[in-house]
Protein backbone atom coordinates (compact mmCIF):
# COMPACT_ATOMS: atom_id res chain seq x y z
CA UNK A 1 0.00 0.00 0.00
CA UNK A 2 1.41 2.97 -1.50
CA UNK A 3 1.91 6.27 1.31
CA UNK A 4 3.33 9.67 0.14
CA UNK A 5 3.67 13.26 1.15
CA UNK A 6 3.78 15.81 -0.96
CA UNK A 7 5.15 19.41 0.65
CA UNK A 8 2.28 21.80 -1.06
CA UNK A 9 3.64 24.96 0.49
CA UNK A 10 6.73 26.02 2.53
CA UNK A 11 5.99 29.77 3.11
CA UNK A 12 4.97 31.56 7.00
CA UNK A 13 2.59 34.65 6.56
CA UNK A 14 2.93 35.15 3.03
CA UNK A 15 3.14 33.14 -0.16
CA UNK A 16 5.98 34.58 -2.02
CA UNK A 17 7.17 33.46 -6.15
CA UNK A 18 7.96 30.61 -5.48
CA UNK A 19 6.88 29.64 -2.55
CA UNK A 20 3.32 28.83 -1.45
CA UNK A 21 1.85 29.08 2.13
CA UNK A 22 2.53 26.13 4.43
CA UNK A 23 0.64 22.38 3.67
CA UNK A 24 1.15 19.21 3.29
CA UNK A 25 -1.02 16.57 1.14
CA UNK A 26 -0.71 12.90 2.53
CA UNK A 27 -1.84 10.25 -0.03
CA UNK A 28 -1.99 6.45 1.22
CA UNK A 29 -3.31 4.44 -1.32
CA UNK A 30 -5.11 6.73 -3.29
CA UNK A 31 -7.10 8.78 -0.56
CA UNK A 32 -5.62 12.22 0.43
CA UNK A 33 -5.25 14.01 3.36
CA UNK A 34 -4.61 17.49 3.38
CA UNK A 35 -3.31 19.36 6.05
CA UNK A 36 -3.53 23.19 6.50
CA UNK A 37 -4.89 25.20 3.47
CA UNK A 38 -3.38 28.53 2.52
CA UNK A 39 -3.59 30.92 -0.28
CA UNK A 40 -3.11 29.17 -3.20
CA UNK A 41 -3.07 25.94 -2.08
CA UNK A 42 -5.00 24.49 -5.05
CA UNK A 43 -2.19 25.63 -7.33
CA UNK A 44 0.37 23.43 -6.26
CA UNK A 45 -1.86 20.61 -6.33
CA UNK A 46 -2.74 21.35 -9.71
CA UNK A 47 0.74 21.29 -10.65
CA UNK A 48 1.26 17.97 -8.91
CA UNK A 49 -2.08 16.81 -10.54
CA UNK A 50 -3.26 15.51 -7.61
CA UNK A 51 -7.36 15.21 -7.98
CA UNK A 52 -9.07 17.69 -5.27
CA UNK A 53 -12.14 15.03 -5.73
CA UNK A 54 -9.89 12.65 -3.75
CA UNK A 55 -9.68 14.95 -0.52
CA UNK A 56 -11.28 12.46 2.15
CA UNK A 57 -10.28 15.20 4.76
CA UNK A 58 -9.01 18.60 5.78
CA UNK A 59 -7.13 19.08 9.35
CA UNK A 60 -6.53 22.94 10.12
CA UNK A 61 -4.06 23.57 12.60
CA UNK A 62 -5.58 26.71 14.00
CA UNK A 63 -7.18 30.18 12.71
CA UNK A 64 -4.63 32.26 11.14
CA UNK A 65 -4.80 33.42 7.72
CA UNK A 66 -2.11 31.82 5.93
CA UNK A 67 -3.10 28.28 7.08
CA UNK A 68 -7.13 29.06 6.44
CA UNK A 69 -7.74 31.33 3.24
CA UNK A 70 -7.39 28.60 0.75
CA UNK A 71 -10.32 26.69 2.10
CA UNK A 72 -12.95 28.77 0.34
CA UNK A 73 -11.22 27.58 -3.32
CA UNK A 74 -10.66 24.39 -2.37
CA UNK A 75 -14.48 23.72 -1.54
CA UNK A 76 -15.79 25.48 -4.93
CA UNK A 77 -12.99 23.64 -6.94
CA UNK A 78 -14.81 20.25 -4.95
CA UNK A 79 -18.10 21.49 -6.70
CA UNK A 80 -17.03 21.10 -9.90
CA UNK A 81 -16.19 17.42 -10.19
CA UNK A 82 -18.88 14.78 -9.48
CA UNK A 83 -18.40 14.13 -5.63
CA UNK A 84 -20.87 12.13 -3.31
CA UNK A 85 -18.66 11.71 -0.08
CA UNK A 86 -19.03 13.75 2.47
CA UNK A 87 -15.73 16.05 2.90
CA UNK A 88 -14.58 16.27 6.73
CA UNK A 89 -12.69 19.60 7.73
CA UNK A 90 -11.42 19.06 11.44
CA UNK A 91 -10.08 22.52 13.12
CA UNK A 92 -10.40 24.95 16.08
CA UNK A 93 -13.76 25.65 17.34
CA UNK A 94 -14.13 29.10 14.69
CA UNK A 95 -13.70 27.14 11.67
CA UNK A 96 -16.95 26.05 11.62
CA UNK A 97 -18.29 29.45 11.61
CA UNK A 98 -15.94 30.35 9.25
CA UNK A 99 -16.77 28.12 6.35
CA UNK A 100 -20.48 28.64 7.05
CA UNK A 101 -19.68 32.17 6.29
CA UNK A 102 -17.58 31.63 3.65
CA UNK A 103 -20.30 29.77 1.76
CA UNK A 104 -23.43 32.22 2.57
CA UNK A 105 -21.30 35.10 1.61
CA UNK A 106 -19.61 34.52 -1.14
CA UNK A 107 -23.17 32.35 -2.33
CA UNK A 108 -21.04 29.17 -2.81
CA UNK A 109 -22.54 26.20 -5.03
CA UNK A 110 -21.84 23.35 -3.04
CA UNK A 111 -23.09 20.17 -4.23
CA UNK A 112 -21.86 17.81 -1.51
CA UNK A 113 -22.10 17.14 2.21
CA UNK A 114 -19.70 18.97 4.46
CA UNK A 115 -18.62 18.32 7.99
CA UNK A 116 -17.18 20.64 10.20
CA UNK A 117 -15.82 18.85 13.46
CA UNK A 118 -13.97 20.86 16.36
CA UNK A 119 -10.66 19.18 17.22
CA UNK A 120 -10.08 17.81 20.31
CA UNK A 121 -6.90 15.81 21.65
CA UNK A 122 -6.58 12.48 20.53
CA UNK A 123 -7.92 10.84 17.44
CA UNK A 124 -10.34 12.69 15.33
CA UNK A 125 -10.22 10.52 11.88
CA UNK A 126 -10.46 7.01 11.80
CA UNK A 127 -9.92 5.43 8.45
CA UNK A 128 -8.85 1.67 7.09
CA UNK A 129 -5.94 0.97 9.18
CA UNK A 130 -4.90 4.09 9.94
CA UNK A 131 -6.40 7.20 12.19
CA UNK A 132 -5.40 10.68 12.62
CA UNK A 133 -4.63 12.25 15.93
CA UNK A 134 -4.67 15.31 16.91
CA UNK A 135 -2.60 17.13 19.86
CA UNK A 136 -2.27 20.70 21.48
CA UNK A 137 0.46 23.08 20.38
CA UNK A 138 1.11 26.21 21.62
CA UNK A 139 0.91 29.38 19.85
CA UNK A 140 -0.80 32.93 19.89
CA UNK A 141 -4.23 31.14 19.12
CA UNK A 142 -5.43 27.98 19.65
CA UNK A 143 -3.33 25.44 17.42
CA UNK A 144 -3.00 21.62 16.97
CA UNK A 145 -0.34 19.33 15.21
CA UNK A 146 -1.46 16.16 13.41
CA UNK A 147 -0.04 12.46 13.37
CA UNK A 148 -1.42 10.07 10.79
CA UNK A 149 -0.91 6.91 12.44
CA UNK A 150 -0.94 3.31 10.40
CA UNK A 151 -2.13 0.12 12.40
CA UNK A 152 0.56 -2.65 12.96
CA UNK A 153 0.81 -5.01 9.48
CA UNK A 154 0.41 -8.74 10.24
CA UNK A 155 3.57 -10.57 10.70
CA UNK A 156 5.21 -12.56 7.72
CA UNK A 157 3.86 -15.90 7.18
CA UNK A 158 6.48 -18.82 7.09
CA UNK A 159 5.71 -21.63 4.08
CA UNK A 160 8.27 -23.17 5.37
CA UNK A 161 7.45 -23.79 8.87
CA UNK A 162 3.84 -24.74 8.21
CA UNK A 163 4.94 -27.53 5.72
CA UNK A 164 7.53 -28.20 8.92
CA UNK A 165 4.16 -28.87 10.96
CA UNK A 166 2.50 -31.15 8.48
CA UNK A 167 -0.19 -28.19 7.27
CA UNK A 168 -1.38 -29.04 3.85
CA UNK A 169 -1.00 -26.19 1.36
CA UNK A 170 -4.40 -24.23 0.24
CA UNK A 171 -7.25 -23.22 2.89
CA UNK A 172 -5.63 -23.85 6.09
CA UNK A 173 -3.01 -21.52 5.30
CA UNK A 174 -5.25 -18.58 4.53
CA UNK A 175 -7.30 -19.59 7.73
CA UNK A 176 -4.02 -19.49 9.75
CA UNK A 177 -2.66 -15.98 7.99
CA UNK A 178 -6.12 -14.22 9.50
CA UNK A 179 -5.13 -14.99 13.02
CA UNK A 180 -7.25 -17.94 13.16
CA UNK A 181 -6.09 -21.55 14.51
CA UNK A 182 -6.81 -24.90 13.15
CA UNK A 183 -7.23 -28.11 13.91
CA UNK A 184 -5.41 -30.55 11.95
CA UNK A 185 -6.77 -34.59 11.21
CA UNK A 186 -4.41 -35.49 13.92
CA UNK A 187 -5.94 -33.18 16.45
CA UNK A 188 -3.01 -30.83 17.33
CA UNK A 189 -3.95 -27.36 17.33
CA UNK A 190 -1.94 -24.66 15.21
CA UNK A 191 -2.02 -21.42 16.46
CA UNK A 192 -0.86 -18.23 14.10
CA UNK A 193 2.48 -16.87 16.07
CA UNK A 194 3.59 -20.64 14.87
CA UNK A 195 4.07 -20.35 11.36
CA UNK A 196 4.17 -16.20 11.33
CA UNK A 197 6.23 -13.46 12.53
CA UNK A 198 5.66 -10.73 14.78
CA UNK A 199 3.39 -8.24 13.62
CA UNK A 200 5.09 -5.17 12.10
CA UNK A 201 5.04 -1.57 13.19
CA UNK A 202 2.62 1.08 10.58
CA UNK A 203 4.09 4.23 9.35
CA UNK A 204 3.75 7.40 10.55
CA UNK A 205 3.30 11.15 9.56
CA UNK A 206 3.24 14.02 11.50
CA UNK A 207 3.35 17.45 11.13
CA UNK A 208 3.77 20.53 13.46
CA UNK A 209 3.33 24.07 12.37
CA UNK A 210 3.03 27.42 14.46
CA UNK A 211 4.54 26.70 18.00
CA UNK A 212 6.36 27.53 20.96
CA UNK A 213 9.16 24.71 21.22
CA UNK A 214 8.25 22.42 24.14
CA UNK A 215 9.78 19.25 25.02
CA UNK A 216 6.08 16.95 25.00
CA UNK A 217 5.95 17.97 21.02
CA UNK A 218 8.81 15.31 20.65
CA UNK A 219 6.00 12.97 22.77
CA UNK A 220 3.16 13.10 20.59
CA UNK A 221 5.53 12.79 17.41
CA UNK A 222 7.38 9.93 18.35
CA UNK A 223 9.23 7.53 15.75
CA UNK A 224 7.71 9.21 12.84
CA UNK A 225 8.70 7.92 9.48
CA UNK A 226 8.37 11.98 8.55
CA UNK A 227 8.06 14.81 10.83
CA UNK A 228 7.12 18.03 8.60
CA UNK A 229 7.65 20.31 11.21
CA UNK A 230 8.09 24.31 11.17
CA UNK A 231 11.71 26.00 11.11
CA UNK A 232 10.72 29.72 10.85
CA UNK A 233 14.00 30.90 12.58
CA UNK A 234 17.42 30.60 12.80
CA UNK A 235 18.91 30.00 16.15
CA UNK A 236 20.21 33.20 16.17
CA UNK A 237 16.60 34.46 16.07
CA UNK A 238 15.49 32.25 18.83
CA UNK A 239 14.38 35.13 21.29
CA UNK A 240 12.00 36.60 18.46
CA UNK A 241 10.97 33.22 17.83
CA UNK A 242 9.84 32.51 21.66
CA UNK A 243 8.34 35.94 21.41
CA UNK A 244 6.16 34.91 18.07
CA UNK A 245 5.31 31.61 19.92
CA UNK A 246 7.59 30.07 16.64
CA UNK A 247 10.35 27.77 16.93
CA UNK A 248 13.75 28.03 14.44
CA UNK A 249 14.98 25.06 12.90
CA UNK A 250 17.24 24.04 15.65
CA UNK A 251 14.63 23.11 17.81
CA UNK A 252 12.88 21.31 15.19
CA UNK A 253 15.76 19.34 15.19
CA UNK A 254 15.94 19.08 18.41
CA UNK A 255 12.18 17.53 18.41
CA UNK A 256 13.34 14.99 15.74
CA UNK A 257 16.35 13.20 17.84
CA UNK A 258 14.31 12.89 20.63
CA UNK A 259 11.24 12.02 19.32
CA UNK A 260 13.40 9.33 17.46
CA UNK A 261 11.92 10.31 14.05
CA UNK A 262 13.43 9.17 10.87
CA UNK A 263 13.20 12.06 9.01
CA UNK A 264 12.48 16.20 9.52
CA UNK A 265 11.36 18.20 6.65
CA UNK A 266 11.49 21.45 8.01
CA UNK A 267 8.62 23.85 6.56
CA UNK A 268 7.02 27.33 7.64
CA UNK A 269 10.00 29.51 6.53
CA UNK A 270 10.06 33.72 7.61
CA UNK A 271 9.89 35.37 4.52
CA UNK A 272 12.43 37.45 5.57
CA UNK A 273 14.87 34.64 4.37
CA UNK A 274 15.27 34.41 0.38
CA UNK A 275 16.13 31.14 -1.21
CA UNK A 276 19.99 31.35 -1.48
CA UNK A 277 19.70 32.40 2.62
CA UNK A 278 16.94 29.23 3.85
CA UNK A 279 20.46 27.33 4.28
CA UNK A 280 21.16 28.76 7.42
CA UNK A 281 18.15 27.21 9.10
CA UNK A 282 19.33 23.75 7.53
CA UNK A 283 22.99 24.43 8.68
CA UNK A 284 21.22 24.80 12.37
CA UNK A 285 18.34 21.94 11.86
CA UNK A 286 21.37 19.27 10.98
CA UNK A 287 24.24 20.35 13.53
CA UNK A 288 21.43 18.46 16.10
CA UNK A 289 19.65 16.12 13.18
CA UNK A 290 21.71 15.32 10.20
CA UNK A 291 18.30 13.94 8.17
CA UNK A 292 17.32 16.78 7.64
CA UNK A 293 15.76 18.22 4.54
CA UNK A 294 15.10 21.67 3.76
CA UNK A 295 11.74 21.36 1.62
CA UNK A 296 10.94 23.10 -1.19
CA UNK A 297 7.52 23.35 -2.36
CA UNK A 298 6.22 20.88 -4.63
CA UNK A 299 8.70 17.84 -2.94
CA UNK A 300 7.93 14.36 -2.42
CA UNK A 301 8.55 11.56 -0.55
CA UNK A 302 7.23 8.43 -0.39
CA UNK A 303 7.41 6.16 3.24
CA UNK A 304 8.26 2.80 2.18
CA UNK A 305 6.63 0.20 4.50
CA UNK A 306 8.11 -1.67 7.34
CA UNK A 307 9.74 -4.98 7.38
Not at 36 to 54: F, I, P, R
Not at 186 to 213: E, F, H, N, P, W
Not at 238 to 251: F, G, L, V
Request: net charge negative; charged share 25%.
Amino acid sequence: MNLEAFQIGTSGMMPLPGRFLTSVLVRRDGDLFLFDSGEGTQVSMKMLNLKWKKISAIFISHMHADHVTGLPGMLMLSSQVDRVEPLYIIGPQKLAEYVESQRRILDMYINYEIKVIPVETGIVYQGDGFSVQAFPLVHTKPCYGYCLVEEKRKGEFFPEKAIELGIPKGKLWGTLQGGTPVTLDDGRVITSDMVMGQARDGRKISYVTDSLYFDHIADYVHDSDILFCEGMFEKALSEEAREKKHMTSYEAGLIACDSNSHMLCLQHYSPRYSDRELKILLKDAQSVFPNTVLTRDRMTFNVPLKD
